[in-house]
Structure formats: structure tokens, C-alpha cells
T-cell receptor, first 110, second 114 residues
Framework: AQRVTQPEKLLSVFKGAPVELKCNYS??????LFWYVQYSRQRLQLLLR??SRESIKGFTADLNKGETSFHLKKPFAQEEDSAMYYC????????????FGRGTQLTVWP | DAGVIQSPRHEVTEMGQEVTLRCKPI?????LFWYRQTMMRGLELLIY????????DSGMPEDRFSAKMPNASFSTLKIQPSEPRDSAVYFC????????????FGPGTRLTVT
């Protein structure tokens, strides 16, 4: 069965410090991995997806199939990065359905 | 397009009352998802539809919860009778096919059951 694990429920860093939000998954097939972000009192929105290999708002995430991880990283955190971050997995046999982790609340202190 | 629309945005009700949450997906999207978000359990998928047909309702907590999608532009999530433990934010999301998994979320309905 597929599963997405975000081991940290809460993560705090100071402005300008590097930040890494961890995401591990279990799935025997070829997954599609995503990061969604929810700013305070706003709707969830897609931040980035692994197939795009893009950097959004300074964030990057690399799919590591050997370690079954998709950690989200940013070299210099900003206060406006404070939000809830969800890692999600999609699989080909259930097109459209995403399996979400429990989320990590990131707080960036000034 | 205004995006996914949900109503009401806030609902406060007493235990035992019926609650109906509404969702209008993005026009042309053929998948619709209902999620529940709590501090304890994070984001949980309750049910999802494809072309108005329920595909997976295994996340629906119990018989008190029901969801319908009578047409491509409208869905409801009903809780009857409501209980305090149902207090949460309920999100609706829609998705268009075409090889993308990007779900578009509504603003959510914050439900408080007293």
C-alpha cells in the first residue's frame, strides 16, 4: 500500500537559515510526488511537482527513489515561508487521487 | 474562472443538527474531492467523484456522512446528525484530466459543532 510520511509536525527556523521539510513515501510503482502549501487561512495550493524539476519561491525538491524521499529544501528561509506544507503522492493506477502526508507546520522567526 | 467555490465559509451548529456543505468545482473538471482537515489527523480524503460518480468513499467516517454530486457543477457533503468531533475544516478540490495531478482547492468550510 502507498503511504506518505512527514516525520515533523512542527518545524521552526530563523530567517536566513536553511530549511528542509522531510517527506518519505512507500509505493512499489513509479510515483508522482508533489508539495502543496497552505498559508494562514488560505486554500491549499500546489507548490511544486517532481516531474517539473523547477524551483518555486526558492524551494526545490528532488525525488530520491533509493531512499524513497522527496524532501523540500530552501537555502535561506523567509518569514513569508511560514505555512503548512503537505507532501503528496500520486500513482498511475488511481489517476487523480493524491495520498497526502499529515503536514509540517513551518514557522520562520525574524 | 473563480476557482473552486465552497459555501458556507463558516458554520456553527449544535450537536444533533444536520449540516450541509456545498461545492462548485472548476468548470470542465471531472474529478471532485472532499477532504477534512484537523490538527490531530491532518488532511484526510473523505470521498471523491469522477464524472459525478463516487469512486472511493472509504474515507467517510461513518453513516452520518453522505456526499452527492447530482451534476458536474455541484456537490454536497452532509452530516446528519452532527457531533462535536466533526468540527474541522472541510475542503473541496477539483481536478481536470490530461495527465496532471494538480488539484485545485476551495477556500474551505470551517465547521464548529457545539
Amino acid at each position: 500500500a502507498q503511504r506518505v510520511t512527514q516525520p515533523e509536525k512542527l518545524l521552526s527556523v530563523f530567517k536566513g537559515a536553511p530549511v528542509e521539510l522531510k517527506c518519505n513515501y512507500s509505493y512499489s510503482g513509479s510515483p508522482e510526488l508533489f508539495w502543496y502549501v497552505q498559508y494562514s487561512r488560505q486554500r491549499l495550493q500546489l507548490l511544486l511537482r517532481h516531474i517539473s524539476r523547477e524551483s518555486i519561491k526558492g524551494f526545490t525538491a528532488d525525488l530520491n527513489k533509493g531512499e524513497t524521499s522527496f524532501h523540500l529544501k530552501k537555502p535561506f528561509a523567509q518569514e513569508e515561508d511560514s505555512a503548512m506544507y503537505y507532501c503528496a503522492l500520486g500513482r498511475g493506477s488511481t489517476l487523480g487521487r493524491l495520498y497526502f502526508g499529515r503536514g509540517t507546520q513551518l514557522t520562520v522567526w525574524p | 474562472d473563480a476557482g473552486v467555490i465552497q459555501s458556507p465559509r463558516h458554520e456553527v451548529t449544535e450537536m444533533g443538527q444536520e449540516v450541509t456543505l456545498r461545492c462548485k468545482p472548476i468548470s470542465g473538471h471531472d474529478y471532485l474531492f472532499w477532504y477534512r482537515q484537523t490538527m490531530m489527523r491532518g488532511l484526510e480524503l473523505l470521498i471523491y467523484f469522477n464524472n459525478n460518480v463516487p469512486i472511493d468513499d472509504s474515507g467517510m467516517p461513518e453513516d452520518r456522512f453522505s456526499a452527492k454530486m447530482p451534476n458536474a457543477s455541484f456537490s454536497t457533503l452532509k452530516i446528519q446528525p452532527s457531533e462535536p468531533r466533526d468540527s474541522a475544516v472541510y475542503f473541496c478540490a477539483s481536478l481536470g484530466t490530461g495527465g496532471s495531478y494538480e488539484q485545485y482547492f476551495g477556500p474551505g468550510t470551517r465547521l464548529t459543532v457545539t
